[in-house]
């Protein structure tokens, strides 16, 4: 039933590890984001993909690597992770070419410590 | 600074008092998006302001877009417990693909 799930919820680790988190939306839509929210609660946008295109690439660190095997998947792989990267990573989507093309659906949360 | 800026950043009221949140832009928007960040949870899509002058409300939250596109008002009347969260305004300007939201505002409401 969850319109974008993403997993896992809650991932503790040690500096230097390598982590993915996974994304998946069954709302047929057809761009998907990946934001960062800070301990501020600041929400930057970090990637997006229309149709497994990236179109937004902001300035994040290339240890950051997104991938989308279609459209309905976002994942994101983070590399030699640093205390820096501990945030709240959400997913999400919308549909281009429509009136409501920026009303995204997000996403739960995936909360990244690092240690 | 942010292109997008709230005010204020933190609220606590009684319920039953009426509140407003404020979300100013550096530059034209080409569309305003109210969410609210429930805590442990993702943004929920509220309202959605595109038209300088257009006004929405949904039940007892209403936002107002004002006429140069610049700036928008968040305003809750009688407020609840169930209110409580953090408000975030997005912005969609032209030219560009992305979202950019705002520094975002805490709202607390105590019974």
């Known amino acids: 039933d969850t319109a974008v799930s993403q997993t896992p919820k809650y991932l503790v680790t040690q500096m230097g590890n390598d982590k993915s988190i996974k994304c998946e939306q069954n709302?047929?839509?057809?761009?998907m984001y990946w934001y960062k929210q800070d301990s501020k609660k600041f929400l930057k946008i970090m990637f997006s993909?229309?149709?497994?295109?990236?179109?937004i690439n902001e300035t994040v660190p290339n240890r950051f690597s997104p991938k989308s095997p279609d459209k309905a998947h976002l994942n994101l792989h983070i590399n030699s992770l640093e205390l820096g990267d501990s945030a709240v990573y959400f997913c999400?989507?919308?549909?281009?070419?429509?009136?409501?093309?920026?009303?995204?659906?997000f996403g739960a949360g995936s909360r990244l410590t690092v240690l | 600074s942010q292109e997008l800026e709230q005010s204020p950043q933190s609220l606590i009221v009684q319920e039953g008092k009426n509140l407003t949140i404020n979300c100013t832009s550096s530059?034209?928007?080409?569309?305003l998006y109210w969410y609210k960040q429930k805590y442990g949870e993702g943004l929920i899509f509220l309202m959605m302001?595109?038209?300088?002058?257009e006004e929405k409300s949904h039940e007892k939250i209403t936002a107002k877009l004002d006429e140069k596109k610049q700036q928008s008002s968040l305003h809750i009347t009688a407020s609840q417990p169930s209110h409580a969260g953090i408000y975030l305004c997005?912005?969609?300007?032209?030219?560009?693909?992305?979202?950019?939201f705002g520094t975002g505002t805490r709202l607390q409401v105590f019974p």
């Open positions: 999400a989507s919308s549909q281009s070419g429509t009136a409501g093309a920026n009303v995204l659906t």
């Open positions: 709302l047929g839509h057809d761009t």
């Open positions: 993909y229309n149709n497994k295109e990236l179109i």
């Open positions: 530059k034209t928007l080409y569309g």
């Open positions: 302001l595109q038209k300088g002058g």
């Open positions: 997005g912005a969609g300007y032209y030219n560009t693909d992305k979202l950019i």
